[in-house]
DNA sequence: ATTCGTTGTAACTATAATGATTACATCGAG
DNA sequence: CTCGATGTAATCATTATAGTTACAACGAAT
């Protein structure tokens, strides 16, 4: 395929930092946490503010969530940094020859079925919040502090 | 993300074309009916072979099935030509700050989660063999001629 | 044995997405 | 007003994909 882009987990990695300290959360200090330069942080605030999870101070700095943890779900986060939209994961090849039957009518049978596939996916994200992983994330985090 | 890439939709479409007509299946023949390039088809049959689902007569020309349509399910065909194997469809950011307990952390938090996702959409297409699949297409392809 | 259509690949090109970076206008608290 | 931060445009390198040309090797048919 190509697998997803960075996108994402750098998202969830924003939110993390972000429900950890809002006011601490300027574009340079989450970039130095997740190794990467401050723009690239800032545009996927800017998605993550476009999907209405946060909101930021201009000029002050910090970034602040909208919602409870409990109320955002990795899907939330998937579908407000990555391009698919619903039932657009996979790709169809362009213009089969509508001469051949199976040309003419094998992208929709595919599609449905691809779809199916895709939803099973985003069911699974749709049951995990950043409240849960955020726990998962301390309980790794005390592991690492002992060991 | 990026979505897949249109080698899944061209195999499905591939052994599609194949199961009805093996000897004919070459790969000018079944470039016509994708609309592609033959060498784009021959590329994506290298990759079938290579998993076992097909042989090919060199020289000659035609493409057979190696197995029964409903010995052959859709993960088949996408674990045969998708570049992705097993757990590694998201891309996760390559190397977060050790330093910070979010950064030291998250990847392997969320790669837990991601591949249960992932795991998700695969048992779908687990489920749907080509038997089924060019089942479908050929009612569709008698709606269509009757209009 | 030669011919002819086909396969199997390499090589090259164009396009697009991504990630990174520089630059700069704008914002807002102090 | 100043200073640090945001918002965003522009540019660049890298990579995957899709398409194309070219050509050696193969195999059946004559």
Redesign the pocket.
């Known amino acids: ?2 697998k ?4 994402f987990s ?1 998202a969830v990695h924003i939110l993390s930092v972000v429900s950890w300290n809002s006011s601490l ?5 989450i970039a130095g946490s997740v ?6 942080i ?2 996927i ?2 998605s993550l ?1 476009k999907a209405g999870l946060v909101s ?8 602040y969530l909208n919602k409870e943890l409990d109320e955002i779900t990795l899907l939330d986060v998937y579908r407000a940094v ?2 698919a939209q619903q039932g657009e994961l996979f ?1 169809f ?2 213009h089969p020859n509508p001469a051949c039957p199976i040309g003419a009518n094998i992208e929709s049978v595919l599609r449905k079925n691809m779809l199916k596939a895709q939803t099973a996916m985003e069911q699974e994200l749709a049951q995990v919040t950043l409240k849960q992983l955020v726990s998962e994330l301390s309980e790794k985090t005390v592991e690492t502090a002992k060991g």
């Not at 997803?4 to 996108?7: A, M």
């Not at 930021?56 to 970034?63: D, I, P």
């Open positions: 395929m190509k997803f882009s960075s996108r750098i959360s300027t574009s340079e200090f190794n990467t330069n401050p723009v690239i800032r545009r605030i800017s503010k930021v101070k201009a000029g002050t700095g910090g970034t990555e391009v790709n090849h362009e």
